[in-house]
Nanobody, 115 residues
Framework: QVQLVESGGGLVQPGGSLRLSCVGS????????MNWFRQAPGKEREYVAS????????GYADSVKGRFTISRDDSVNTVYLEMNSLKPEDTAVYYC????????WGQGTQVTVSS
């Protein structure tokens, strides 16, 4: 069974940090471009970050550039999102996506930034 499972979300104060993980099962992420998206209440899902499979080229939305870092470890079939200097507007459900010959999405993990 193909799955992507996110973890690491939670409640954090403004200025804090979180590290999200996304583990793939039933397939290898090695040949996939891995992405993070997020969806805030009442808003459309939006792109956050991506990392390619071979060159490890990274891309970021302007809103998170300089604060978030995406990485991957294909040996453990996992992609990460390191989030620093978190702001209340980063509050959202964060989704992992594997894009390649097929397109897979995870179920999401909630991130809430609030004092």
């Amino acid at each position: 069974q193909v799955q992507l499972v996110e973890s690491g979300g939670g409640l954090v104060q403004p200025g804090g940090s979180l590290r999200l993980s996304c583990v793939g099962s039933g397939f290898s992420i090695a040949s996939f471009v891995m992405n993070w998206f997020r969806q805030a209440p009442g808003k459309e899902r939006e792109y956050v970050a991506s990392i390619t499979s071979t060159t490890r080229k990274r891309g970021y939305a302007d809103s998170v550039k300089g604060r978030f870092t995406i990485s991957r470890d294909d040996s453990v079939n996992t992609v990460y999102l390191e989030m620093n200097s978190l702001k209340p507007e980063d509050t959202a459900v964060y989704y992992c996506r594997a894009r390649g010959m097929k397109d897979y999405w995870g179920q999401g993990t909630q991130v809430t930034v609030s004092s």
